[in-house]
């Protein structure tokens, strides 16, 4: 994606999953929200984006960050919400090991708290070191933490996987918690 969808990616982001408000929208209790009202509401706050633009970043954003409905009229992002919205994901089996991308400066807190949501609804795993590598870039120094995903569901712990592949569940004790040597 050039700049100006990369642009859009992340006013998306923004008030899909965190401040609808700043623009005047209101998402309905899964998250959704009719995209021509999305659309008049973002050129109304300065961010004027084309349908066929939104529809090229749902189909080429790299993350799947975006979900459209079947009948093509509503918009959702597919997870990491700070607003109070309910994505009815089901319960799925993980695979043995998940991994989560962090910086080092946080593995302190990790090792004393474990892998939390913070002002998320659940903490995101991948399935794959490199996302997960990526993820923790972001923040820092990045370090990949190796989940023992299996022994947790074993344990009683429930895992979700979202439309976009992302892994998802309440907490990580510490204890479930592998560091790179």
Request: aromatic share 8%.
């Amino acid at each position: 994606m050039d700049k100006r969808h990369t642009g859009i990616s992340k006013f998306l982001s923004y008030v899909l999953r965190h401040r609808p408000d700043e623009i005047g929208i209101v998402l309905d209790g899964h998250g959704w929200v009719e995209i021509d009202r999305l659309l008049v509401a973002a050129r109304a706050h300065g961010q004027p984006i084309s349908r066929n633009e939104l529809d090229f970043v749902v189909e080429h954003n790299s993350k799947k960050r975006f979900a459209v409905s079947d009948d093509g009229l509503r918009i959702r992002a597919s997870q990491g919400h700070s607003t109070d919205v309910d994505l009815a994901f089901r319960p799925s089996e993980p695979p043995e090991l998940l991994y989560h991308g962090t910086a080092r400066v946080h593995l302190e807190s990790i090792r004393e708290h474990g892998l939390v949501k913070g002002k998320r609804h659940q903490v995101h795993l991948s399935d794959d070191e490199a996302s997960a590598r990526i993820v923790g870039q972001r923040h820092g120094s990045p370090v990949v933490l190796v989940v023992r995903a299996g022994e947790m569901a074993r344990a009683g712990f429930t895992f979700f996987r979202s439309e976009n592949g992302v892994w998802l569940t309440d907490a990580v004790p510490y204890r479930y918690v592998d560091e790179p040597d």
